[in-house]
């Protein structure tokens, strides 16, 4: 017995110090995340992967974890298709700042949301695939859109009714075009281009629409969510016939069979229609090419209203948007401001990211033919306008240029187009660039004039307004006496559905630093 007593102690000691080891063990190890229904005893070592959608398409994310659940490592997969210079900053920085912070409430890398949110709705994937709750890391799912799209319904298409007689159109690119007219149905070759139409046609704008691409912000959806409301439904007998920049599905427009489809220029989009110009024909189907924002700012406008009043042959009602336009830059020539001695020098870029240097145009591109005409002396003519790609828009300038012509204006362009209403979210640029190494320093930043632009507006039937906008701002005592935004008030008013606010036209920076 007395063997047993001291065996029976012996065992009771080392069960006491196994005990008071692991309780010690425990409280050394890094704390493992908090997450419900985790099993005493569960061992999270291994590597996980998950997906999520990034700014072109799918983003792969394989996550490493220790047995407690600490994330060791985040790698992001070669096989993205982000873009360049934007998306794989966020791809080298977000992983990194995930495994610092153990936790997927890191905030987005400036100019690559969309990117972001992808590495980290990838990355809660993984750890969910692993038996972990994302949310007890901070992670937080964007929204998902819950707008739909009506259902498609052949028996809604438009009736076609008899043509009465053929003309002839020279389109911008001095083809002649045979037309049957009048037109019943007619397709896009992107969304936008209905900017166009809607002066010319009001509500049948949309009531005999039967097909379009869609472009880089998702036009379809927004046009959609912004004038279902208006005009009634209309997707039920639409059809999309390309993605952004994408060849024309031939297929669908044969199947959508529209009288005729409109192209405009941007991007490729003249180049896929006309490869696949001979099968349209043989169907009946003529192309019309329209360009814009064209090679002529006061004029490529309302050429293309004047095409497409013919085509529709509403031509009194295009001539009457025409001259409204041409009023505007009657008014901009009055001010003679191309002949300023003293012009306000302007730093132009496309976005605003402080780690993502965008680009910038001379005043023989984009944004920059617009600024010349209101007057302003653009930094990167000098440096640009000369060189190979300065009619480009996919240039930028070295950091130490732009502080050293220290501007007096900076003007950027970026944001949403026609999304400030009922049924979509507009967020406001974060101005970002400000943040910059030595732009607190910059005559723009510290005088205040720091403005962002909507993207599409140079590439619109608003281009004008742009102009005017950007002359106020440089320009203000020769404005003192007219109310710029009264101006596309006016034009909403007289030849849209809608009235100006749908769309944020421009910011003003507040003069606040964020970091």
Same mark, same amino acid.
């Given at each position: 017995m007395k063997g047993f007593k001291r065996v029976s102690t012996f065992v009771a000691l080392v069960l006491v110090i196994v005990l008071s080891l692991t309780a010690c063990g425990q409280d050394e190890q890094t704390q493992a995340p908090a997450n419900e229904g985790e099993k005493p005893g569960t061992s999270f070592a291994g590597t996980y992967d998950g997906s999520a959608e990034g700014y072109h398409g799918n983003l792969n994310v394989s996550v490493e974890l220790d047995e407690t659940g600490k994330i060791l490592s985040v790698a992001v997969g070669e096989d993205h298709g982000e873009t360049p210079g934007i998306g794989d900053i966020a791809i080298e920085k977000l992983?990194?700042?995930?495994?610092?912070?153990?936790?997927?409430?890191?905030?987005?890398?400036?100019?690559?949301?969309?990117?972001?949110?992808?590495?980290?709705?990838?990355?809660?994937?993984?750890?969910?695939?692993?038996?972990?709750?994302?949310?007890?890391?901070?992670?937080?799912p964007k929204e998902v859109d819950k707008w739909k799209s009506a259902e498609y319904d052949a028996s809604t298409m438009p009736e076609k009714v008899p043509t009465t007689d053929t003309i002839v159109i020279k389109d911008v690119k001095g083809r002649e075009v045979s037309i049957d007219v009048p037109i019943s149905t007619y397709a896009l070759s992107t969304m936008d281009v209905i900017d166009f139409i809607i002066p010319i046609l009001g509500e049948d704008a949309f009531h005999k629409l039967v097909a379009s691409g869609n472009d880089g912000g998702n036009g379809i959806l927004g046009y959609d969510k912004l004038y279902t409301p208006v005009v009634g439904t209309y997707m039920t007998h639409f059809g999309q016939i390309s993605e952004h920049n994408a060849p024309f599905d031939l297929e669908m427009i044969l199947a959508q069979d529209p009288d005729v489809l409109i192209v405009n220029s941007a991007m490729q989009a003249h180049k896929y229609a006309l490869e696949i110009e001979p099968q349209l024909i043989e169907a009946g189907i003529p192309i019309v090419l329209i360009d814009v924002p064209g090679k002529n700012l006061t004029a490529s406008t309302q050429d293309t209203f004047k095409i497409l009043g013919r085509l529709f042959q509403k031509d009194e009602r295009a001539a009457e948007v025409s001259t409204f336009i041409d009023e505007q830059y009657s008014l901009i020539d009055s001010m003679n401001l191309d002949e300023k001695t003293d012009k306000a020098t302007v730093y132009y870029e496309k976005g605003g990211a402080a780690e993502v240097f965008g680009s910038t145009a001379t005043s023989l591109s984009g944004w920059g033919v617009l600024i010349d005409y209101a007057g302003g002396a653009n930094i990167a003519d000098p440096i640009l306008i000369d060189a190979a790609s300065g009619k480009g828009s996919s240039n930028t300038l070295d950091p130490e240029i732009v502080l050293e012509a220290n501007p007096e204006f900076v003007i950027?362009?970026?944001?949403?187009?026609?999304?400030?209403?009922?049924?979509?979210?507009?967020?406001?640029?974060?101005?970002?660039?400000?943040?910059?190494?030595?732009?607190?320093?910059?005559?723009?930043?510290?005088?205040?004039?720091?403005?962002?632009?909507?993207?599409?507006?140079?590439?619109?039937?608003?281009?004008?307004?742009?102009?005017?906008?950007?002359?106020?701002?440089?320009?203000?005592? $020769?404005? $003192?006496?007219?109310?710029?935004?009264?101006?596309?008030?006016?034009?909403?008013?007289?030849?849209?559905?809608?009235?100006?606010?749908?769309?944020?036209?421009?910011?003003?920076?507040?003069?606040?630093?964020?970091?």
């Open positions: 992983p990194k700042l995930i495994v610092e912070a153990q936790s997927l409430g890191v905030d987005a890398v400036a100019g690559a949301t969309r990117t972001s949110d992808g590495i980290i709705g990838a990355a809660a994937n993984a750890l969910s695939s692993a038996g972990l709750d994302p949310a007890a890391l901070g992670y937080v950027m362009s970026g944001g949403g187009w026609m999304d400030n209403h009922a049924n979509a979210t507009h967020s406001e640029p974060s101005y970002d660039i400000v943040n910059r190494t030595g732009w607190s320093e910059l005559k723009a930043i510290k005088d205040g004039n720091l403005y962002n632009l909507s993207q599409a507006m140079n590439r619109s039937t608003y281009s004008f307004f742009a102009v005017i906008k950007i002359a106020s701002w440089l320009y203000p005592e $020769e404005f $003192e006496n007219i109310d710029v935004d009264a101006i596309i008030d006016e034009y909403f008013d007289r030849f849209m559905l809608t009235d100006s606010s749908v769309n944020v036209w421009s910011h003003k920076w507040d003069g606040v630093t964020r970091k």
